[in-house]
């Protein structure tokens, strides 16, 4: 290499070094632009993350869902689509809270020979250790940023046992660290919901699904393609359970109100694991 090239080879060096690197730009840089309105960890950048830290919003909530089979009308992510309305009101109603990326893959059965929903198309499993191994660097990722409490809730029966076993090993290891983590399994009760529907006039009559009214309703609030509404409309069987789901407005507006009975309850048992 001559001289002239080598000089230049070193300007160019010397000017690139002095350029920020993107990957691992300088953590106290100014937010550019103006924030949004969102609880959704995923949906923010890393600087609106952070100045929601530094603003007080130091509760996350770390939700569990599942991909797994539903029947005949909802979507495989079911658990994913129903958290992504509840979260959100619970968060809300918290105050000072985000919501962590829910956690798409959760135990559903063995994987060989496949058992329970591993049975069906579609469906991903984890094992027990696998998901739990998952939770608990996700919560130990959230506690290293600096949120001081960590609320954990499942949408799914199989991901009970991890988030309670999870909670209760990383309480016993962070006792001296100024960071709670509660696992609240009242969010998963169902009794409740169908009880409260019932007083409401809406009694069910199931017909051997792995599907309710209540589920139906919620998903149709998020999203109306999660539960093939037009499909079924035009089979002409828009209904559960022997409850009919049309007018679908009607029916979403019993969604709003599902999401904010279980995001009431669940914030009350909440505050009370954290002694607020």
């Known amino acids: 290499m001559s001289r002239i090239a080598l000089s230049l080879t070193l300007v160019l060096a010397g000017w690139l070094a002095a350029l920020p690197d993107p990957v691992r730009p300088d953590p106290n840089s100014p937010r550019p632009i103006a924030t949004v309105d969102s609880v959704f960890i995923e949906d923010l950048t890393w600087m609106e993350i952070r100045d929601a830290l ?3 919003k130091d509760t996350v909530i770390v939700a569990t869902g599942g991909v797994e089979q539903n029947g005949p009308y909802l979507v495989t992510g079911k658990h994913n689509v129903v ?93 001296s660290v100024p960071c709670r983590i509660v696992f609240i399994p009242e969010y998963y009760q169902t009794a409740p919901v169908t009880k409260w529907l019932e007083t409401q006039g809406i009694k069910q009559t199931p ?11 919620t998903m149709l609030a998020v999203d109306p393609k999660s539960v093939r509404m037009k499909e079924r409309i035009a089979a002409g069987n828009f209904r559960i359970n022997g409850v ?33």
């Open 83 to 175: 958290l992504r309305g509840t979260t959100e009101a619970i968060a809300r109603k918290l105050g000072n809270t985000l919501v962590a990326p829910i956690v798409q893959f959760v135990p559903e059965g063995d994987i060989e020979p496949p058992s329970l929903h591993m049975l069906y198309p579609g469906t991903i499993s984890l094992s027990e250790q696998t998901f739990q191994a998952l939770l608990t660097d996700i919560c130990a990722s959230l506690k290293a940023h600096g949120f001081r409490r960590i609320v954990l809730i499942g949408d799914s029966g199989g991901n009970q046992d991890g988030m309670k076993a999870v909670a209760a090993a990383l309480s016993a290891k962070w006792k």
């Open 244 to 276: 009919e789901l049309a007018p679908a407005e009607k029916t979403i507006e019993w969604g709003r109100k599902i999401i904010d009975f279980r995001a009431e309850s669940t914030v009350k048992e909440v505050r009370k694991a954290l002694g607020q």
């Open 54 to 56: 530094k603003a007080g």
């Open 207 to 217: 017909e051997g699904l792995h599907d309710d009214f209540a589920m139906e309703a």
